[in-house]
């Protein structure tokens, strides 16, 4: 976005607080990205601070010839979801609330258990598939702003976005198999 | 539940997020501590320059040192042709 750039630029010549719109522009889709990218909801807002925090202090470094902003961004997100990954510590099942009637609370029980399931097939995806998928999938990226991200041709995106389904199909028909 | 819809609703719940409240205050109270804490220059070269270029006097001696410099450039370059 042409925004971005001439924000950017005001940060550059010393305005500080010009940063803040950068932040609420992509606060969301960040957080999104590394939660789905880590499993982990809780850890992933900690992640995305350290993330803006990175990008203010490499933005004189941000080439708006080699990719858009946006790209850059989530190039950093991409990187320290990675590094989190690799200290991650397993997350307590959530509870359900008590308040809510047997029924909607089995049916919602039968949810969270298939769901925590597919979300297991993803965690042993390999990195590089899962990320392919969460990035298209979940966070809706056009290939080729994953290709750019992942520093690879759009052709083994796709690859791996397929590799990826494919182990999700699989685990999915299993589950369709256990429901019978 | 059929596969695909499983699929399906188990995507649309990872959209699901929420970001916390004031998320976006503390990235900025980080930026800005930052800032804070950075050393500050020991020479700030475009403070320098504007004192100098306030006085009328040192204005035209950068001048007057800016042109010799350049006579004496092509005086060096003129010599180091010749010489050849």
């Known amino acids: 976005m042409a925004d971005d750039i001439e924000i950017i630029n005001r940060v550059l010549n010393g305005d500080v607080e010009a940063f803040r719109p950068i932040v609420e522009r992509y606060q969301k889709p960040v957080i999104s990205m590394i939660g789905n990218l880590?499993?982990?909801r809780h850890a992933c807002e900690d992640v995305a601070q350290d993330v803006f925090f990175s990008a203010y202090r490499k933005l004189s470094s941000f080439d708006p010839a080699r990719s858009s902003f946006s790209t850059w961004l989530f190039t950093i997100a991409r990187n320290k979801s990675i590094n989190a990954m690799k200290k991650k510590k397993p997350e307590p099942a959530a509870r359900l609330p008590e308040s809510e009637s047997t029924e909607a609370a089995a049916e919602r029980t039968e949810l969270k258990e298939l769901?925590?399931?597919l979300d297991d097939a993803l965690e042993r995806i390999g990195g590089k598939y899962r990320r392919a998928l969460v990035m298209a999938e979940f966070e809706e990226m056009p290939y080729e702003q994953i290709a750019q991200i992942e520093g690879v041709r759009v052709g083994t995106v796709k690859s791996r976005i397929n590799r990826a389904k494919q182990k999700l199909r699989k685990a999915l028909s299993k589950l369709e198999g256990d429901m019978k | 539940m059929k596969a695909d819809r499983i699929y399906e609703t188990w995507k649309e719940s990872k959209k699901?997020?929420?970001v916390s409240k004031g998320f976006c205050d503390r990235v900025m109270r980080k930026v800005c501590g930052y800032e804070q804490s950075k050393p500050a220059p020991l020479l700030d070269i475009g403070e320098f320059l504007d004192k100098m270029y306030s006085h009328r006097l040192t204005r035209a001696?950068?001048?007057?040192?800016?042109?010799?410099?350049g006579l004496a450039r092509m005086a060096f370059a003129l010599w180091t042709f010749l010489a050849v």
């Open chain 2, 16 to 18: 699901d997020i929420v």
């Open chain 2, 61 to 69: 001696g950068l001048i007057v040192a800016a042109a010799l410099a």
């Open chain 1, 38 to 40: 880590l499993g982990d």
């Open chain 1, 115 to 117: 769901f925590a399931k």
